[in-house]
């Protein structure tokens, strides 16, 4: 257990140094980036893309591994993630094993849950992005976000 996060971290902070300096031109080809966390997923997985001014991508990775049942449980990850790199704007996403690219009830409760967090904070919610298999749906897309 404890290899597997410090494996997680040392992932992440190598993998954020390395995009530092990398600008994302649009939602979609950051939407492709995104789909890369997926591959060879065996659990459900939440990651959280930060972006800093300008749309700068500053951080990509997994904040949960497992049932996330409670949105609570990775919501203090993202927000921790936020203050530590200054974030202005954020993408949540997860995967769904069971192939239905279809929001649940919770999906929908834990995005809402979550958007009034990021905008007590000032942080712009860009999209929450659902994937399966080699399909992602967007919530900005299908308009479950303003």
């Known amino acids: 257990m404890l290899s597997r996060h410090l494996s997680t971290f040392s992932n992440a902070y190598f993998e954020s140094k390395c995009i530092e300096k990398e600008k994302i031109l649009s939602l979609n080809e950051l939407r492709k980036k ?40 990775y919501t203090r990850k993202i927000i921790e993630l936020i203050v530590l790199y200054n974030a202005s704007s954020v993408i949540i996403s997860h995967n769904h094993l069971n192939g239905l690219l279809l929001p649940s009830k919770d999906d929908i409760y834990s995005f809402e849950k979550l958007n009034i967090v990021l905008k007590s904070m000032n942080v712009d919610f860009l999209d929450n992005l659902i994937i399966s298999d080699d399909e992602c749906l967007s919530f900005k897309k299908i308009k479950l976000m303003k």
Request: hydrophobic content about 40%; charged content about 10%; cysteine-free.
């Open 34 to 73: 995104i789909t890369l966390n997926f591959v060879s997923q065996t659990e459900e997985v939440v990651v959280v893309t930060l972006l800093g001014k300008n749309g700068k991508l500053i951080y990509s990775g997994i904040v949960y591994h497992g049932n996330f049942n409670s949105v609570d449980s």
